[in-house]
């Protein structure tokens, strides 16, 4: 199979499956269908957030054993299970537990392999364009399906069938994914032995000792403000009595312009500048959504902006996080990455779940606007860092 195919069909089966990530943003709805608010939808993502941890600390083993993917076809039959087990439940109970925990393993094993499989078959040169175009189609599932789930409620259909056509999207992908299994392999072969992909707490100390350590940390916060700005998306659009699913439209939009313009960028002189010159966009595009946003220009506006800032920086921090790491540690250093991600993107729901019942949506945004100063200020001190060693 010619190498362009392989990236196409890879991307493909990205795309198709990121969907299900997106389709987590309609929990609260859902979840109001039989009485459960936003505490039980932080609640039900710690579960999630446990079996993810589980299943990237361990996807390493896995790979060792089955391959990347073939793991990467088990993970889209999972998420597919989940899907339907989120749409037929009527009730908290074991059928939203089983479908947390498959999520968790699924998406936990989807999100870590993908960026490990492009590093494998690519030049560290070619990374941020890779990575650039693989999560433009990430994005573009991320964004897109809440607004397949506003079309479908608009024309007299539940969310619960949202989840369903998802489940049915993940088991194509699941099929892709496998397809590619020969294909893939026999592209990596031209880069020389496969590295085994195991995670210790030997890797993870030695992770914490090199350069790569200050992405690794960034990623959790920058997961932390996306999950917060999405997840509670459509509570924040119900306080403004805006449509969330503009915001995701015009989100998921901006995104994918910005990266693929990044696809022809290398990261340039100085990527953490540039990493934290898009960090600050996010900082204010947060600001101006706590104190301006109460017009549907102003709501667009501010998705533009969340867009440039969180959606551009990170496909160029995957792309330092691998060329941070230590040559033999490539793939754990990746792993790792997906780890904190994790935390943020499937634990912090549960602070935010809990300040917006008990305290208000405007503390949660506050909040949420600390962490990506904080993150855009780390990218500042990594570039000083870089420039005195040079």
């Given amino acids: 199979m010619p190498k362009i195919t392989v990236f196409i069909l890879f991307y493909l089966a990205t795309f198709l499956q990121a969907g299900t990530y997106g389709l987590t943003f309609m929990l609260p709805k859902l979840f109001s269908n039989f009485g459960a608010n936003e505490k039980h939808v932080g609640i039900t993502l710690v579960i999630t957030t446990m079996f993810t941890l589980f299943s990237v600390y361990y996807s390493g083993h896995l790979t060792d054993k089955l391959g990347r993917m073939l793991s990467l076809g088990i993970s889209g039959i999972a998420i597919a299970v989940s899907l339907f087990l989120f749409g037929i439940a009527s009730q908290l109970g074991i059928t939203i537990v089983v479908a947390s925990a498959l999520l968790g393993f699924g998406w936990g094993v989807f999100y870590t392999l993908g960026p490990v499989v492009l590093t494998r078959i690519t030049t560290p040169t070619e990374r941020v364009r890779v990575f650039s175009l693989n999560s433009v189609f990430m994005m573009a599932g991320f964004g897109l399906s809440p607004v397949m789930a506003s079309m479908l409620e608009s024309r007299g259909f539940s969310v619960a069938n949202a989840f ?20 893939v392999r026999k592209l990596s072969e031209g880069f020389g032995a496969e590295q085994r992909s195991s995670l210790t707490i030997g890797t993870v100390k030695r992770i914490f000792a090199s350069p790569a350590r200050t992405p690794v940390i960034m990623v959790c916060l920058g997961a932390s403000v996306f999950a917060g700005i999405s997840n509670f998306q459509t509570v924040f659009a119900d306080s403004k009595e805006l449509d969330y699913a503009d915001f995701f439209l015009a989100y998921t939009i901006t995104v994918v312009i ?5 696809a022809g960028f290398s990261g340039g002189k ?10 600050y966009i996010m900082f204010a595009s947060i600001v101006l959504f706590i104190y301006a ?14 867009g440039i800032g969180y959606g551009a920086s990170y496909p160029i921090l995957v792309a330092m996080t691998a060329n941070d790491a230590e040559n033999d540690l490539v793939p754990q250093t990746l792993q790792f990455f997906a780890l904190t991600y ?4 499937f634990g912090f729901p549960l602070v935010a779940g809990w300040i917006i019942v008990e305290l208000t949506v405007n503390t949660l945004l506050t909040g949420i606007a600390v962490l ?7 990218a500042v001190k990594r570039s000083m860092e870089k420039r005195t060693k040079h």
Avoid at 164 to 182: E, G, N, P, T, Y
Avoid at 342 to 345: A, C, D, E, H, L
Wanted: charged fraction near 5%; hydrophobic fraction near 60%; include cysteine.
């Fill in 164 to 183: 369903f056509l998802m489940s049915a999207i993940c088991v194509l992908s699941a099929l892709i994914f496998s397809l590619l299994r020969h294909p």
């Fill in 270 to 279: 100085s990527p953490y500048k540039t990493i934290a010159a898009l960090q």
């Fill in 258 to 262: 910005c990266r693929i313009l990044l």
């Fill in 293 to 306: 946003s109460n017009t549907q220009t102003m709501y667009l506006l501010v998705a533009v902006l969340f």
């Fill in 342 to 345: 994790f935390i943020g993107i």
């Fill in 372 to 378: 990506a100063f904080i993150e855009a200020s780390m």
